[in-house]
């Protein structure tokens, strides 16, 4: 399975992206997917996940609402809505998709990654 993130680029403070993760394959549409970011200088950091079925979703504390996840199988692609961004949210942004038809908040169980977009969110 392979995931290309897309959708990165740069966004005045405030503004919104959509961040897109097309998977290579429909077997997809059983895995839980997930979103990851990692800062110049820090560790990767969970942001949020998607069950196989987007019945249920999880966030990162931090993120305060300002992050939606979601998917749609039939296209084999999962989506991140980012709003209000903030300078402090740039960071490259993977996708991935879990082992199983639900998700992790930490490391555990993601077995694929894409290859990361940038997100860079001038003052």
């Known amino acids: 399975v392979q995931l290309q993130a897309s959708g990165g680029g740069l966004v005045q403070a405030g503004g919104s992206l959509r961040l897109s993760c097309a998977a290579s394959?429909?077997?997809?549409?059983?895995?839980?997917m997930g979103w990851f970011r990692q800062a110049p200088g820090k560790e990767r950091e969970f942001l949020a996940a998607i069950s196989w079925n987007g019945g249920s979703t999880a966030y990162a504390d931090s993120l305060k609402g300002r992050f939606t996840i979601s998917r749609d199988n039939a296209k084999s692609t999962a989506y991140l809505e980012m709003d209000s961004l903030k300078p402090e949210d740039t960071a490259v942004y993977y996708c991935?998709?879990?082992?199983?038809?639900?998700?992790?908040?930490?490391?555990?169980?993601?077995?694929?990654w894409g290859q990361g977009t940038l997100v860079t969110v001038s003052s």
């Open positions: 991935a998709a879990h082992r199983g038809s639900y998700y992790s908040r930490d490391f555990s169980g993601w077995l694929y």
């Open positions: 394959k429909r077997t997809t549409s059983n895995n839980g």
